[in-house]
């Protein structure tokens, strides 16, 4: 039996006796050595709580063991989970093992536990960092729930601590910075460990305004490029307090060129300077500019084997033959090309010399065609399947094009689209769509069918703004509510109307985010002069927050709100139209619709203003597999005049499972109802896939 470090000894020896002896008697050896058989890979040893993560961590080795047979991955796995455990406090482990043929066993004598007792920081008045700060440095990762427990002593972490602490203060402009730790090591039988820490930042560097060579002879436009570059990273006034710290050369170096060749001077050559005064502590920095010659574009010439035709590739540039030339224009158009979706690969060059010069654009085209099928449950619609077509060259001329159906035991839905990314030749995304819905309702049988228009403004990567008219038929079948506003209202309607609607969404992740925001609010005026038979006023309002409290540990917040007033003279919004609240992804201790008012037999009748709220903590427990806490809140009111004076807030207090899938986390959620009334239930149970929000 070896340990990791006496094995890996021999191993890296005998590797480069190998090598000496020549590559085809490794490659000859490597063949002639049959793989063992299957085997399992037990690990022995392991601290309470921690053989998941270590069998996690063991786990691609092991398989290539199985695969192959050698002892070097067993080897490797040891050195991995010795890592591991120093990192969870285990400063003395030591990981060894056994291979006997096609069986190996992973032997962990771990030691005791150490913990960081308070660190000792020791710093001089100049540092810019509080003895809290330079702490951080030292600690490692916290036990216990939510990582409220003690620091863990992590020995690589201490070690390395001093050499980080220079680097940000050098970073801050405090270039003689110096740091030392003294860190007594764990003691055999654990426990916290006292280190200190000891900084001196010296004095803090001032960046003194850059002087331009030759500035006198420069054109004006290159002089500012050249102030373009500066802004943010040098002063441009001598009053301007800013660190200097080594890397802010090459940074303004690279800054001038780019402002450069963005303004057509493509073959400037920039040399930046710094001279450092070690008695007054202030920074001078030389830029000589020979900016070249001026280049505009000649031609712009597609290099492609696809299909799409050149008048949409030339759509999506931002230079055209005659314009000066632009490095950020070309960057700006390799975007705009790879935001279509038709290109695997973007490139450009430059060809020629002089002042004007051929701009090359090189692409990949990838499939366009894509045919799907996406299954799905929900406690309420139940076992459903989505299936599809998508093109996003339609008429080889960058159009998105799909139709969708989407079949559930107690749904259908259907729609067809196409879609316009550069709408009038305009940076906005012009939309048709085409929608029929059938969907069993508690109460009643909704059947929707329209079409609406549809103009998008991307603002940036998380932000967007859409603005449309839609025309529909919307009919409520197979009433079972008995009420007089439900009577009086028209059961069946066309409905006509404009709609406004603001996106932000910067979430990590689409099915399980672990940071991010996510707002989606939307207006929506409907009126007899739009052609609508039915004439109201609609907001909704959907959104979202996650953050990690720990690696372990995201806390999520949802508030969901909506508001549907009648206008004009319009008495009764028509049960198909009113919001309900309650199921899988609403209030979780109700069944889907059931929270809100009801007729006199129990049937849900909707209302004109409903709102939900929760918050949720999700734990990733193994793998793929997390659990969660929630609590859940919301109402349903008949009226939308009662939106500021809700007396009825319903609860849901619950916990969940989830697995982690392709097509979205499969997801048990069980909640109760801590103040049931008369028909409703105590406890309710959810199955479906997807996150509640």
């Known amino acids: 039996m070896l340990s990791p470090l006496a094995h890996r000894l021999v191993r890296t020896t005998g590797r480069a006796l190998l090598l000496l002896a020549g590559a085809p008697a490794v490659l000859g050896a490597a063949l002639l050595e049959p793989p063992l058989g299957p085997s399992e890979v037990p690990i022995v040893g392991a601290p309470e709580g921690l053989l998941g993560d270590l069998e996690e961590v063991a786990a691609p080795y092991v398989e290539r063991f199985k695969t192959a047979g050698r002892a070097v991955y067993i080897d490797d796995a040891a050195y991995e989970l010795q890592l591991l455990l120093a990192e969870r406090g285990y400063a003395a482990a030591e990981v060894a093992y056994e291979v006997d043929g096609a069986s190996a066993r992973l032997l962990v004598s771990a030691g005791a536990r150490s913990t960081l007792g308070p660190v000792d920081v020791t710093a001089d008045p100049a540092c810019p960092l509080s003895g809290e700060d330079l702490a951080r440095y030292v600690s490692g990762?916290?036990?216990?729930?939510?990582?409220?427990?003690?620091?863990?002593?992590?020995?690589?972490?201490?070690?390395?601590?001093?050499?980080?602490v220079v680097v940000d203060l050098v970073a801050l402009g405090h270039l003689d910075a110096t740091a030392s730790v003294n860190d007594p090591g764990p003691r055999e039988e654990g426990g916290a460990v006292i280190v200190q820490l000891n900084v001196n930042a010296g004095p803090r560097y001032r960046l003194e305004p850059a002087e331009i060579l030759g500035e006198e002879t420069l054109e004006p436009e290159v002089l500012a490029a050249i102030r373009e570059a500066q802004r943010d990273i040098t002063p441009l006034r001598p009053?301007?307090?800013?660190?200097?710290?080594?890397?802010?050369?090459?940074?303004?170096?690279s800054s001038v060129l780019d402002a450069l060749a963005s303004h057509g001077y493509l073959d400037a050559e920039v040399r930046v300077e710094a001279d450092v005064d070690a008695e007054s502590h202030l920074v001078q920095m030389e830029i000589s500019v020979e900016p070249g010659p001026h280049v505009t574009i000649r031609e712009v010439r597609f290099e492609s084997d696809g299909r799409t035709r050149e008048s949409f590739l030339r759509s999506r540039l931002q230079l055209r033959p005659g314009d000066e030339f632009s490095t950020r224009d070309v960057r700006a158009s390799v975007r705009a090309l790879y935001r279509t979706g038709l290109f695997s690969e973007v490139r450009s060059r430059v060809e020629g010399d002089g002042n004007e010069r051929t701009l090359v654009v090189q692409l990949v085209e990838q499939e366009s065609l894509e045919v799907y099928f996406e299954p799905g449950f929900g406690s309420y619609e139940l076992f459903r399947g989505t299936v599809g077509a998508r093109d996003r060259n339609l008429f080889r001329s960058g159009i998105d094009g799909s139709a969708e159906v989407m079949l559930a035991v107690r749904a259908f839905r259907a729609s067809v689209r196409l879609s316009d990314p550069w709408f009038l030749n305009e940076q906005v995304i012009g939309d048709i769509q085409l929608d029929f819905e059938r969907r069993q309702e508690p109460s009643f049988l909704r059947e929707n069918r329209g079409i609406g228009a549809y103009v998008t403004k991307e603002w940036s990567g998380v932000m967007a703004t859409t603005f449309g008219y839609q025309f529909g038929r919307s009919e409520a079948k197979d009433v079972k509510v008995v009420d007089d506003d439900v009577a009086d209202a028209q059961n069946i309607v066309n409905v006509a109307g404009l709609t406004l609607s603001q996106r932000f969404d910067d979430r990590d992740a689409l099915f399980a985010p672990t940071r991010g925001l996510f707002v989606n609010a939307s207006v929506e005026l409907a009126a007899e002069g739009l052609g609508s038979e039915l004439e109201f006023f609609r907001g909704k309002l959907s959104s979202s927050w996650f953050r990690r409290l720990n690696p372990d540990t995201v806390l999520g917040l949802n508030l969901r709100a909506g508001l549907i007033a009648p206008a004009y003279d319009e008495e009764a919004i028509p049960i198909q139209e009113r919001f309900f609240a309650g199921g899988g992804n609403s209030v979780r201790s109700f069944q889907e619709s059931e929270l809100g008012p009801k007729d006199v037999n129990g049937e849900p009748l909707g209302g004109e203003v409903f709102s939900t709220a929760s918050i949720e903590l999700r734990y990733e427990m193994v793998g793929a597999l997390q659990s969660a806490a929630f609590v859940d809140a919301g109402f349903v009111e008949?009226?939308?005049?009662?939106?500021?004076?809700?007396?009825?807030?319903?609860?849901?207090i619950g916990v969940g499972l989830r697995y982690l899938l392709p097509i979205g986390p499969l997801r048990l959620d069980g909640a109760v109802n801590p103040d049931p009334r008369p028909g409703e239930d105590d406890w309710v149970i959810h199955f479906s896939i997807g996150m509640p929000f």
């Open 141 to 164: 990762p916290r036990t216990g729930l939510f990582g409220r427990g003690d620091v863990l002593y992590v020995k690589r972490r201490v070690e390395r601590s001093p050499r980080r």
């Open 239 to 253: 009053d301007e307090d800013l660190p200097y710290e080594p890397r802010i050369p090459g940074r303004v170096r």
């Open 638 to 652: 008949r009226q939308a005049a009662d939106f500021f004076d809700v007396d009825d807030v319903r609860l849901g």
